[in-house]
């Protein structure tokens, strides 16, 4: 990896070199602002590509590299017409969810996000898996709608309720969610979303035009008690629930509500879409099975990734059902992607059959473990009116209540501005919520990163 600060100071250094020399001027050689700025050939790359991305620079490969020409002056575009075009509607809940990918200044302390930092990424054992998968044969070439068949193979045996013919691999699980709700829905259907929840959710059902009805959950997951009326009320066809580790509460759906749950689908007829998000993020294991696996009639549609457990680049997810849901969901998706990258598939299949796996899994449950009780400990120690309402057994999120009287908003905001990142809780309800609440992450960050974040954290408080 290159040194964050060696970066910045090359790009400096490069940005004031463009600036005072000539289009078609040549830069120094590779070796040349290695030796000048005592950086890798690595750090170099990264910032000769930067350069180039912006337009600032032109590649010439054996040549070298140049300062661009300068791009011609026009006028700006008058773009106001695209006020009356795009309408009144802005997308609030999209805008929020896209904060969640939001990075932050290389000072700032992230706790709020949703993958595996780079110390736990298995780089080694995935360059290794990709490097041979780019040397099979047709690698390159069209793979199947479906998905490859080792991959759908490795799925249906992981999720146990499925065969691999019922098992559809998409690019991540954003992806197959947004395709899920889309496909067993129609614009202006209801459907059910436990409060709080993930807000992906929310920006593909309005977005899809659908009528959000809200089910409150506890630390022992959706109140099936409260159910039953909502569906009748609003002829609901799909619930949507994470049933393991749910974001952002942590929560394991109670054994006595999952059968509730699959009893009401079956006696009103609606679909589960069941989000088997952090099934590999289990810390204190071993897990409950899913909900699929007790399903005979083929009410819950199954949506499981591995980008979060193994590396945010690998984006692959699978996403299963039965009967004619199947066929819904294989034509949706068609429209989406028609088929996902060969190489990525084929590198997938291969590190998850290694050894490696296996090892990578119990190393990220180790260390996020660690992390999780290094983050509630440090909250103890320096945010005692802060209630963590439930420490989680899996996944990389506590959801913690603020004291009355504090605005979570405004938390989050003071808390960036003191070089912390967190996450409002109200971002994450479908309906209005009587408490303030933060969601804070510990998979991203390492510990001691996150003993200073809390520091910080309390320093607004």
């Not at 040549?63 to 661009?68: I, K, P, R, Y």
């Not at 609030?92 to 904060?99: G, I, N, V, W």
């Not at 041979?132 to 998905?147: C, D, F, H, L, Q």
């Amino acid at each position: 990896m290159y040194d964050d600060n060696s970066r910045r100071a090359l790009a400096s250094a490069l940005h004031e070199l463009i600036r005072d020399a000539t289009p078609g001027t040549r830069l120094p050689s590779v070796r040349e602002l290695q030796r000048r700025y005592q950086v890798s050939p690595l750090t170099v790359q990264h910032v000769v590509r930067e350069l180039a991305a912006k337009g600032l620079v032109t590649v010439r490969p054996g040549n070298g590299t140049f300062v661009a020409t300068a791009p011609s002056r026009r006028p700006p575009a008058d773009l106001a017409w695209q006020h009356a075009a795009l309408g009144g509607h802005v997308p609030q809940d999209t805008a929020r969810h896209l904060a969640l990918l939001e990075v932050p200044h290389a000072d700032t302390v992230r706790m709020s996000g949703g993958y595996l930092d780079e110390t736990l990424v298995p780089d080694k054992a995935l360059i290794a898996s990709m490097t041979r998968a780019m040397r099979r044969a047709g690698v390159w070439g069209r793979t199947p709608v479906e998905g490859l068949a080792s991959m759908r193979q490795w799925f249906a045996h992981q999720i146990g309720a499925y065969n691999p013919a019922e098992v559809l691999i998409t690019s991540g699980g954003q992806s197959a969610l947004s395709i899920a709700i889309r496909a067993l829905t129609r614009p202006g259907d209801a459907v059910i979303l436990e409060t709080p929840t993930y807000p992906g959710y929310t920006s593909v059902a309005r977005g899809h035009g659908l009528e959000i009805h809200p089910v409150p959950t506890d630390r022992h997951g959706l109140r099936t008690d409260l159910l039953e009326d909502v569906i009748r009320a609003r002829v609901a066809r799909l619930i949507v629930v994470q049933p393991l580790y749910a974001n952002p509460t942590g929560s394991v759906l109670a054994d006595d509500r999952r059968r509730e749950l699959l009893d009401l689908a079956r006696r009103h007829g609606v679909f589960v879409l069941e989000d088997d998000y952090a099934r590999d993020l289990t810390i204190d294991g071993p897990p409950p099975p899913t909900l699929a696996s007790a399903d005979e009639d083929g009410h819950v549609v199954y949506v499981r990734s591995i980008t979060k457990p193994v590396a945010p680049a690998i984006r692959l997810a699978a996403l299963a059902a039965r009967g004619p849901a199947f066929a819904r969901l294989r034509a949706a998706k068609i429209l989406d992607d028609f088929y996902v990258s060969g190489p990525i598939q084929e590198a997938a299949v291969d590190f998850l059959s290694s050894p490696a796996w296996q090892r990578h899994r119990r190393a990220v449950a180790r260390e996020i473990g660690r992390r999780r009780d290094g983050l509630v400990g440090a909250l103890r120690s320096r945010l005692p009116g802060v209630e963590i309402t439930h420490i989680p057994s899996g996944g990389m999120h506590l959801w913690v209540r603020l004291p009355d009287g504090y605005d979570d908003t405004e938390v989050a905001a003071r808390a960036l501005g003191a070089g912390v990142m967190v996450s409002p809780g109200s971002a994450w309800f479908t309906a209005e919520h009587d408490s303030p609440y933060l969601r804070l992450t510990y998979g991203e960050t390492p510990l001691p990163q996150l003993v200073e974040g809390v520091r910080r954290l309390a320093s607004v408080m």
